[in-house]
């Protein structure tokens, strides 16, 4: 019985990993059609939500210098340098899972990404498990550029709003590279909540946070981009 056991889980565990490279490896090259954010958007669409046209797909040289340094600023600071996962971020929340307590912010750009890809809503520990593999898997298969081009064309910045191509045609009419820092910085505001934070309507905190982001991605320089590989 236990070798019974052992052989199956055996299968198991090379199953996942095989089904794991599947699905992301393929993505280094071709840009992903679907994704489950937005599929998850259109099959249980939340307030307000209103799908817009499908923009184009943009690599990341066609997308302004301050818009990636505006995401890592926001979102992800330690972002060329990492494997994927924030470990001390990723590890109390965790414990806040466990305990029931408030839910702090823990997921890296690639974190981001992954989720919006393949997983579903929640933060269980199975859910956070696989979203933590799928990272570090990512991270060896794809380069920092490539992960970022990915996120900023898949990330929503407003109801139905997916892609910085389309936030940028949307609310500017320009393309993504000819975003200012400002404008940037901007848009990468709304990206904790598109459906709160508006990018046309500011609230007092937005410019609170946009100013914050501004003095980031100050500090950082664009020197900074160039760290990413």
Do not use: C
Not at 45 to 51: A, E, G, I, R, W
């Amino acid at each position: 019985m236990r070798k019974w056991i052992k052989k199956w889980l055996l299968r198991l565990i090379i199953g996942f990993i095989g089904l794991s490279i599947l699905i992301t490896l393929p993505l280094r090259w071709v840009n992903p059609v679907l994704w489950s954010w937005q599929l998850q958007r259109e099959f249980a669409p939340p307030k307000n939500y209103q799908p817009q046209p499908a923009a184009k797909w943009v690599t990341i040289d066609a997308i302004s210098p301050y818009m990636q340094l505006a995401v890592i600023a926001s979102e992800d600071q330690h972002f060329p340098n990492h494997h994927g996962i924030d470990f001390e971020s990723t590890t109390k929340a965790v414990e806040d899972i466990i305990t029931g307590e408030r839910r702090r912010g823990a997921s890296t750009i690639t974190q981001q990404t992954v989720k919006n890809l393949f997983l579903w809503p929640g933060e269980s520990l199975v859910r956070k498990g696989i979203e933590a593999w799928l990272s570090v898997l990512v991270e060896l298969e794809w380069n920092k550029p490539r992960i970022l081009e990915i996120y900023l064309n898949l990330a929503e910045f407003g109801p139905g709003i997916f892609g910085v191509q389309a936030a940028s045609q949307h609310f500017f009419g320009i393309n993504a590279n000819q975003l200012s820092a400002t404008q940037a910085a901007r848009l990468a505001a709304v990206l904790p909540n598109p459906y709160l934070f508006k990018v046309n309507q500011p609230t007092p905190y937005q410019w609170q946070r946009m100013s914050w982001i501004e003095t980031q991605m100050n500090q950082l320089g664009l020197g900074y981009l160039k760290e990413m590989k």
